[in-house]
């Protein structure tokens, strides 16, 4: 992760994915992705209702967004929320 975010924005990162994680499992199927394999991550999205989906994964990368979530990678959503 170092490759792409600072120190301190992973530990500032860390911290409040602890506080805002929530486990969640699909229920949605969904055909979307390029590679199938990650259409579960999309259904996921879609059922939890998620802001953003943070992945470098370039399949997920081109769908860029999925009804209201974002797919952002993590430098992208350091910079929102967690800026230098």
């Keep these: ?15 409040w994915a602890r ?3 929530v486990m969640f499992v699909p229920w949605s199927t969904v055909t979307v992705c390029r590679d199938p394999d990650d259409d579960y991550l999309l259904a996921l999205a879609k059922d939890c209702e998620a802001n953003f989906l943070i992945s470098g ?5 081109t ?17 929102l929320f967690f800026p230098l």
């Excluded at 860029?64 to 974002?70: A, D, P, Q, V, Y």
């Design 1 to 15: 992760m170092r490759r792409y975010i600072s120190p301190e924005q992973a530990d500032r990162f860390k911290r």
């Design 19 to 21: 506080e805002k994680t």
């Design 57 to 61: 994964d370039p399949d997920l990368q």
């Design 63 to 79: 769908v860029k967004r999925f009804g209201i979530t974002e797919i952002v990678t993590m430098r992208e959503f350091n910079d």
